[in-house]
């Protein structure tokens, strides 16, 4: 059984800092990508962050700048790394892997339970 758990959310300050961590347990062969998704009231899901097994990232326009994901293979965990948080940052995080299960061949899409991330102007 493969789980994603994530932590680190919470309510702040507009201009404030926050870093999620998500970690991947269970029986897992190999991640390939990992990332961080968002989902704020009545939108839909989108892309934050991802980065590649070997290190290469990309980001959503919007967060830029002000974003950093990183990830430490050995431990099969992600981290986001938010500064300069704006209220419309406001939703709730998912974590993204795609891994390949012990005992298969093919990757899976894994997600986190989400965790709430609340900035206040």
């Known amino acids: 059984q493969v789980q994603l758990v994530e932590s680190g959310g919470g309510l702040v300050q507009a201009g404030g800092s926050l870093r999620l961590s998500c970690a991947a347990s269970g029986s897992i062969f190999v991640i390939n990508n990992m990332g961080w998704y968002r989902q704020a009231p009545g939108k839909q899901r989108e892309l934050v962050a991802r980065i590649t097994s070997g290190g290469s990232s990309n980001y959503a326009d919007s967060v830029k700048g002000r974003f950093t994901i990183s990830r430490d293979s050995a431990k099969n965990t992600v981290y986001l790394r938010m500064n300069s948080l704006k209220p419309e940052d406001t939703a709730v995080y998912y974590c993204?892997?795609?891994?390949?299960?012990?005992?298969?061949?093919?990757?899976?899409?894994?997600w986190g339970q989400g965790t709430q991330v609340t900035v206040s102007s």
């Open positions: 993204n892997a795609q891994l390949v299960p012990s005992g298969s061949s093919w990757y899976v899409d894994y």
